[in-house]
């Protein structure tokens, strides 16, 4: 039977093209570190919208806490939260997450994201949980382009930073 399980172990690793976590990340910006009262000295990948039945939310990830480290590495924002996870194999692995005031250790099983089902939501539930690219699909739709696109730029969307400069 642990031939069996290890077989298993194996191949599904090896299937196993990128990754996920099955929840959308951000940098911290300034307003989200005033808004949610996150310390100057919290670095690491905030989490936003936790897709429903993905490792994330089964593992008990919610949206606000930030990740700090990956496995065993540290991360300090989205980028290297991105590169760590990619260095990981589906199945479990560690997350050092700050929720609040409480340093926590979570164990999540990561899936591969081509077979994770994003979920669809309108753009503006998704701008309101914190993703910055639905802000700015708002920009092009609506008379407060400032607004959303300012908003999206808080979020770490670079392409509304870029379009709120123009």
Same mark, same amino acid.
């Given at each position: 039977m642990a031939l069996l399980e290890s077989v298993l172990a194996v191949s599904i690793a090896a299937t196993c093209s990128a990754p996920s976590l099955g929840a959308e990340v951000t940098n911290i910006s300034h307003r989200i570190r005033r808004e949610r009262q996150i310390p100057s000295f919290v670095t690491g990948a905030l989490v936003g919208p936790v897709w429903n039945g993905g490792p994330a939310a089964r593992a008990g990830f919610e949206s606000g806490d +930030?990740? !700090? $480290? +990956? $496995?065993?590495?540290? *991360? !300090?924002? +989205?980028c290297e939260f991105e590169r760590a996870l990619s260095r990981q194999r589906c199945g479990? *692995? /560690?997350?050092? *997450? /700050? /929720? $609040?005031?409480r340093n926590l250790e979570i164990t999540a099983a990561l899936a591969d994201a081509g077979r994770l089902r994003r979920p669809k939501r309108s753009d503006a539930a998704a701008c309101r949980d914190g993703d910055g690219a639905a802000c700015r699909n708002l920009a092009g739709r609506d008379d407060a382009v400032d607004h959303f696109l300012r908003q999206g730029c808080d979020l770490g969307d670079g392409e509304s930073c870029y379009r709120l400069a123009l």
């Open positions: +930030v990740i !700090q $480290g +990956v $496995g065993d590495e540290l *991360v !300090q924002n +989205v479990e *692995v /560690r997350f050092a *997450v /700050r /929720r $609040g005031t």
